[in-house]
């Protein structure tokens, strides 16, 4: 979506991490031991090793479907600065070749027993650096803002940004977009709303996944009325995360892309794209910027050239 394409992936783990991967995590980390190292549904792992958590102080490490190792610990067992300090030394072994993990993913959580654990918005994702040039680099370079809102300054470990902004949810990541539109930005507003993937998506929710699209489509209006007559607006998903699927990880749909805005044609069918670098390449192109990987659909799009 942002312009880099890899095209040797990061390795993924079905069959859980390696004996010497988890050895290495302890000696570095100076834990006594961990628990778990399974695939699996993060709620599930809660309640299976949440306890033997809390009495032992242990933490617990679990994958999925994709390239991420991530480590779950109660904000009163491990607090949230150490996990994110476990988290960074885990980084640096997920970074040697033999392993090549995408993400380190902190999971803090809170609650008295199985029954009631929750994950909170601690959560910190520890990104591989190890990619290219994206559009973020690109707006930022030419002396444009790049506003991250949400999790976004993670997914791209804080590179190529002039302004982060933490968020607390969905209505928190709507109001501070809201907030960073009525400005006078000039550059990229990059907003990433996390509930629909951590709280719905992952953990098979239907309900509350929809009550979560009936409030965006709610405040939709909110954010249009609000935009100047030269803003764009991109709706789009990074990867699908169905909540009526039997799996509880990401799954492997098309995902959506609406473009609105004053100068936007209406009725347009961008057809199924070759990439998700498609995006990067439009907002390259409609910032006179240099478009990295994908096909531009600016010209699609425009009522005329303005831009």
Do not use: W
């Amino acid at each position: 979506m942002s312009g880099y394409i890899l095209r040797n992936g990061f390795k993924t783990y079905p069959n859980a991490f390696p004996k010497n991967l988890i050895q290495e995590f302890i000696k570095s980390t100076k834990v006594e031991n961990v628990l778990c190292n399974e695939v699996g549904s993060g709620t599930e792992i809660l309640k299976r090793f949440g306890e033997e958590h809390i009495k032992t102080g242990y933490p617990i490490i679990y994958t999925s479907a994709d390239s991420v190792l991530q480590i779950a610990a109660h904000e009163n067992i491990i607090s949230v600065e150490k996990l994110y300090e476990i988290c960074k030394l885990a980084r640096k072994i997920a970074d040697k070749p033999e392993y090549n993990i995408g993400t380190i993913i902190a999971r803090p959580f809170i609650g008295d027993n199985r029954d009631n654990f929750i994950r909170t918005y601690n959560r910190k994702d520890f990104e591989s650096e190890n990619f290219g040039k994206t559009m973020l680099d690109v707006i930022k370079q030419n002396g444009k803002e790049v506003i991250a809102i949400g999790k976004i300054q993670d997914l791209f470990a804080g590179r190529g940004m002039t302004k982060m902004i933490h968020t607390q949810g969905n209505t928190d990541g709507i109001e501070k977009t809201i907030d960073e539109i009525k400005k006078n930005t000039e550059g990229l507003i990059y907003t990433n709303l996390v509930d629909f993937d951590m709280l719905y998506g992952h953990r098979n929710n239907i309900e509350g996944y929809k009550e979560a699209l009936e409030y965006f489509d709610s405040n939709l209006p909110r954010i249009m009325n609000c935009m100047k007559n030269t803003d764009i607006l991109i709706i789009t998903s990074d990867h699908g995360n169905d909540p009526s699927t039997p799996s509880t990880d990401h799954d492997r749909e098309y995902v959506p892309i609406l473009v609105y805005g004053e100068e936007i044609k209406q009725g347009v069918d961008l057809g199924i794209r070759s990439s998700f670098a498609d995006i990067s390449a439009t907002i390259l192109d409609l910032l006179n910027m240099n478009k990295l990987e994908g096909v531009s659909f600016k010209k699609e799009i425009l009522k005329e050239e303005k831009y």
